[in-house]
């Protein structure tokens, strides 16, 4: 084991006596207290000398030094003066070209935003001996250039129009007025609005107000994106409103760019949309359809290129009999259609879930339809027609005479009654259709019982046997 060199023993003599003014070793504890409570010293208001900038010990025994900060010193000036610092340049919301003094008025007597404006002026005038000086670019001292790309300056060599126009310089402007991501930005905002509005127009005075033409093949892929992740409704409005840009502000060529854009992210799109393949190939088709894409963009792509799936499942869907008036609504009854036609939409569904008796597939078609408010509507319609199929069913037992023999053997079933009472729970199950919705379409029955009536004389008694089978929390209060 190591051994370890042993301290010095601690004495009288190396240590001091305490509390003993007279001896020797670390000082009495009374004269160090009287030591921290001394007055600072007179303020000095001329130079120093050396040795006050000096560091020494404050006493002896201890660490701490006579260390302090330039300018802070209370001791030395009274109070700290914001006003001797400098801030910058010429000093604090001052700017003055290199002829200026620092007290915010020129040699010449004019004021810091004279001065501003004069510097302004003579950045404004080019030097020729400019090594990055092009005489076929920057002589035109019209020229007012406010973007990097190199389309901008072949644009305006070529006679193109001006992009925007700066009211302060009296100058046009070539070029993006935005970067892409603003650009982005925006239009996200833009189609965000257009979903509440459905205004097309505004959408087209928006998109015109940004000056970003070098930017308008990626409105494409920001709209079908959007539409992608919302619903039928928004996936119609974007169709609609892709055919209103065409051919103002978006031309053929700025349109085929944007769907070669499109086509070339579907493996991006798949990773979050699994059915993306589809969407976009109803997109594809819908586009052909409304002539915002011409046909000969589909047979000039090979399977060279990304997206063959999409554009196999477009024309599959151009393919169909009867293609043109199919693809008008492809987005399903839920695009948000008139009330008539998703009327008719809801009669469809309900009267092919009384012949397959799936539920399944009629709760997909109930979720297409999306339209949450207005099952009521569902739940009214759907029980009238289960009252005229079980009333045309009860109504062939018929006597001799031709009226209905009351005393046929064996109980009438109002099978299509109990289908639709287990279809409206099944929904209520999964969250598809909620309680509120049914009660409110039972209340509406029961409204319509002396029209009903008409069509079907027992209507007031199948209603009852309706409601009999629905639990009481789908009945109205």
């Known amino acids: ?47 120093r000398s050396e040795e006050s900038h000096a560091t020494t010990k404050i006493e002896e025994g201890s660490s701490r030094r006579n260390i302090t900060r330039k300018k802070t010193d209370a001791s030395l000036s009274g109070k700290y003066d914001s006003r001797t610092k400098k801030h910058g340049g010429a000093g604090k919301g001052k700017w003055l070209n290199g002829s200026s003094d620092h007290g915010g008025i020129d040699r010449a007597g004019t004021s810091a935003s004279a001065a501003a404006s004069n510097l302004l002026a003579e950045e404004d005038v080019l030097d020729v001996n400019d090594p990055l000086y092009i005489p076929e670019i920057d002589s035109d001292p019209n020229s007012y250039i406010l973007s990097s790309s190199n389309t901008s300056d072949a644009a305006r060599l070529a006679g193109a129009k001006p992009d925007a126009f700066d009211t302060n310089h009296q100058r046009p402007i070539y070029g993006p007025l935005l970067t892409l991501s603003e650009f982005k930005l925006r239009l996200d905002d833009i189609l965000r609005e257009y979903f509440d509005s459905s205004d097309a127009h505004e959408v087209i005075r928006s998109i015109s107000e940004l000056g970003c033409t070098l930017y308008h093949p990626h409105i494409l892929v920001r709209a079908i994106g959007l539409g992608m992740d919302a619903g039928p409704r928004e996936r119609e409005l974007i169709s609609r409103l892709l055919s209103c840009l065409h051919p103002t502000p978006l031309s053929d060529a700025e349109m085929e760019a944007g769907y070669e854009m499109v086509l070339d992210r579907v493996e991006d799109w798949m990773i979050d949309i699994p059915d993306a393949t589809a969407m976009l190939g109803s997109f594809l088709a819908r586009a052909v359809i409304d002539e915002v894409l011409p046909p000969a963009f589909l047979s000039n792509r090979n399977n060279t290129h990304p997206g063959d799936e999409v554009v196999a499942k477009a024309v599959s869907l151009l393919s169909r009999e ?104 099944f929904l209520v199950n999964n969250s598809i259709v909620s ?36 639990p009481s929390s789908l009945l109205p209060k």
Not at 20 to 46: C, D, R, V, Y
Not at 362 to 391: P, Q
Not at 441 to 470: C, H, N, Q
């Open 322 to 425: 009867h293609c043109s008036a199919r693809l008008e609504k492809v987005w399903g009854p839920g695009d948000g259609r008139p009330v008539e036609e998703l009327k008719e939409s809801m009669d469809q569904l309900l009267k092919e879930y009384l012949l397959s008796r799936e539920l399944d597939e009629a709760a997909s078609c109930v979720r297409e339809l999306n339209a949450r408010h207005f099952h009521h509507e569902l739940v009214k319609r759907g029980v009238k027609i289960a009252m005229e199929e079980d009333g045309r069913s009860s109504g062939a037992v018929t006597d001799g005479g031709g009226g209905t023999n009351e005393n046929s053997e064996g109980p009438t079933v109002c099978t299509s009654l109990d289908a639709m009472a287990a279809l409206f729970q």
């Open 435 to 470: 309680e509120y919705q049914v009660a409110k379409g039972v209340g509406r029955l029961r409204k319509l019982i002396p029209d009903l009536k008409l069509d079907v004389p027992e209507a007031d008694g199948m209603l009852v046997e309706f409601e009999g089978l629905l």
């Open 1 to 47: 084991m190591a051994e370890f060199g042993k301290r010095s023993e601690v004495t009288v003599e190396t240590m001091g006596k305490v509390n003993n003014p007279t001896g020797s070793g670390i000082a009495p504890f009374k004269q160090t207290k009287q030591q921290h409570h001394q007055p600072p010293p007179p303020a000095h208001h001329g130079k």
